[in-house]
């Protein structure tokens, strides 16, 4: 069993707040991920981190910032919430090898935000 | 530059029956991986298997396989023996081998549907 976890798993919050979706690994893995995913619909992948210090966007442009000041801890932070950012947030990690190809991603159980 | 393509949206399958998902995929790169994840109504998302792009034989795991045709670029997800709780989305992804290709694209998903 994977071994991430998202807090909070559910946020109502109004618009204009700041704020930060948690999400850790004790996998010691290099790689981690943040990916949006409306109801019913395909992932998109808004920020990735090869290691500590490490941080880049994804292929969806995306509001929000992240940071990876230890390689277990990956969070995200929107500065002020707003009504299109209501979606789910996938947090993911992945371990590096010479075949990059192989290792499967490790999901966490997703922050489902709502933004009023 | 790589896609991923699941063309049902939706499946139904008899309880006990077996059922194939679809995915094609399109990629440059030699060296590919591609994965299928269950995501039930909770949200997280399950990884079922992985096939390499240079793995001469179907991968199996349990009661899923994955019938690879690599020259018509498809990696169809085969379930047999369906149970109630299949009834999930499935996700097809796809994450090329070479350089700055740990990014993982991921179809749009087939929502399956098991009937008792």
């Known amino acids: 069993e994977a071994d991430i976890y998202q807090t909070p798993r559910y946020l109502v919050i109004g618009t204009g707040k700041k704020i930060t979706l948690e999400c850790s690994q004790t996998?010691?893995?290099?790689?981690m991920y943040w990916y949006q995913q409306d109801p019913g619909m395909e992932l998109h992948l808004i920020h990735y981190s090869y290691g500590v210090n490490s941080t880049e966007k994804g292929d969806l442009s995306s509001e929000s910032t992240v940071s990876r000041i230890r390689t277990e801890h990956f969070p995200l932070t929107l500065e002020s919430a707003r009504p299109s950012h209501t979606s789910q947030y996938l947090c993911a990690s992945s371990e590096s090898t010479v075949s990059s190809s192989y290792n499967e991603q490790f999901f966490g159980p997703g922050t489902r935000l709502t933004v009023l | 530059a790589q896609k991923i393509t699941q063309t049902q949206p939706g499946m139904f399958v008899q309880e006990k029956e077996a059922v194939t998902l679809d995915c094609t995929y399109d990629?440059?790169?030699?060296?590919?991986?591609l994965f299928w994840y269950k995501q039930p109504s909770s949200g997280e998302m399950i990884f079922l298997i992985y096939q390499g792009s240079y793995d001469q034989q179907n991968a199996t795991e349990g009661r899923y396989s994955l019938n690879f045709q690599k020259a018509r670029k498809s990696a169809n997800l085969v379930i047999s023996a369906s149970q109630l709780g299949d009834s999930a989305m499935y996700f097809c992804?796809?994450?090329?081998?070479?350089?700055?290709?740990?990014?993982?694209?991921f179809g749009a998903g087939t929502r399956l549907f098991v009937k008792a």
């Open positions: 996998m010691g893995h290099d790689k």
């Open positions: 990629t440059s790169d030699p060296s590919y991986g």
């Open positions: 992804a796809m994450r090329e081998g070479g350089t700055g290709g740990f990014k993982t694209i």
